[in-house]
C-alpha cells in the first residue's frame, strides 16, 4: 500500500495542487490522506476542500478545523481567530463547515505490527506539537499507550522522521504553509514494505507571490500578518536557528 499524507494546507490551494501534480509525477498513490488544518490563514478554503473531495481523500480533522467547525469547543479563543473563523464560516457555507465538523480525529491503515496511524497533532490531542527533539517524558504522555508502530502527523509544520521505544515517528510538515526556513510545499509518501513503512518526504515549488496577492484580494482579516507569515516561511522561534 503507498499512502501519500496531506497536512497543513491552511487555504493554499495553488501549494496543494502543485504537490498534487508532484505526486503524480511521483507515480500517485492507492489513498490520498488529509491530515487536518486545510482553512484558516490562506485564501482559498473553499476550494482547497472541494479539492479534497473531488480526489476522494480521507480526511482527519485538525485543531483549527476544529475551531472552525465548533468555535465554544476552545477555552480560551483569541479575538483575532475568532474574527477569522466568522470569515471562513462565511467562505465556507454550512455544508463545508458541517463536512470539517465531521471529520474523524485519526485514521488508522494495516494490522498488528504494522500498523500506520495519522493524526493532526498526536494522538491524545490536536493541539500539542511534537517537536523533533521532543523530550522522552512528553512523549510517554502523549504516545505511550499507542500500539500502532508508525505514527504520522503534521501541524508542525517541519518534516522529520525519528524512532521513539521502536516507533517510527513521522511529521510529513505542511503542504501548504511551511514554517522550516524552506519555502516550498511538503508532504510524504508512505509506503508499506515487509516489516514496516517507507518514507519518502517530497518539497515543492510553488508560486509565494502569487499566493500572498491571492490573500490581499481575498477580504481574509488580518492580511497582512498572513502574508508576512506565507514570506517568512519559518517560526519565530527559529530566526537563529533556520537560517
Known amino acids: 500500500m503507498r499512502i501519500a499524507i496531506f497536512s497543513d494546507i491552511h487555504g493554499n490551494l495553488l501549494a496543494f495542487d502543485a504537490c498534487l501534480a508532484d505526486l503524480a509525477n511521483q507515480g500517485g498513490a492507492d489513498v490520498i490522506v488529509g491530515a487536518g488544518d486545510y482553512c484558516f490563514d490562506g485564501p482559498k ?43 471562513q464560516q462565511k467562505e465556507l457555507g454550512e455544508k463545508l463547515v458541517g463536512w470539517l465538523r465531521d471529520l474523524p480525529a485519526e485514521l488508522r491503515f494495516g494490522d498488528g505490527a504494522d500498523q500506520l496511524l ?5 494522538p491524545v490531542n490536536d493541539y500539542e506539537h511534537i517537536w523533533p ?19 504520522a502527523f503534521g501541524h508542525l509544520h517541519l518534516p ?24 516550498r510545499a511538503g508532504y510524504a509518501i508512505l509506503t508499506q514494505r515487509s516489516g514496516g513503512w517507507e518514507v519518502k518526504h517530497r518539497r515543492v515549488t510553488f508560486d ?26 519559518r517560526y519565530k522561534k527559529l530566526k537563529t536557528i533556520v537560517p
Open 45 to 87: 478554503p473553499k476550494r482547497v476542500l472541494q479539492r479534497l473531495q473531488e480526489i476522494g481523500a480521507q480526511c482527519l480533522r485538525g485543531n483549527s478545523d476544529r475551531l472552525i467547525a465548533n468555535p465554544g469547543s476552545e477555552t480560551v479563543v483569541d479575538p483575532d481567530d475568532l474574527e477569522q473563523v466568522a470569515w
Open 118 to 122: 495519522v493524526v493532526h497533532a498526536n
Open 133 to 151: 527533539d521532543c523530550g522522552d517524558e512528553d512523549l510517554e504522555r502523549l504516545l505511550g499507550k499507542e500500539a500502532a508502530s508508525t505514527i
Open 160 to 183: 522529520f522522521v525519528r524512532t521513539w521505544r521502536g516507533k517510527l515517528l513521522v511529521d510529513v510538515a505542511s503542504a501548504g504553509l511551511p514554517k522550516d526556513g524552506d519555502p
Open 208 to 233: 509565494v507571490k502569487k499566493v500572498a496577492t491571492q490573500l490581499t484580494a481575498s477580504g481574509i482579516p488580518n492580511c497582512a500578518e498572513h502574508v508576512n507569515t506565507l514570506r517568512r516561511h
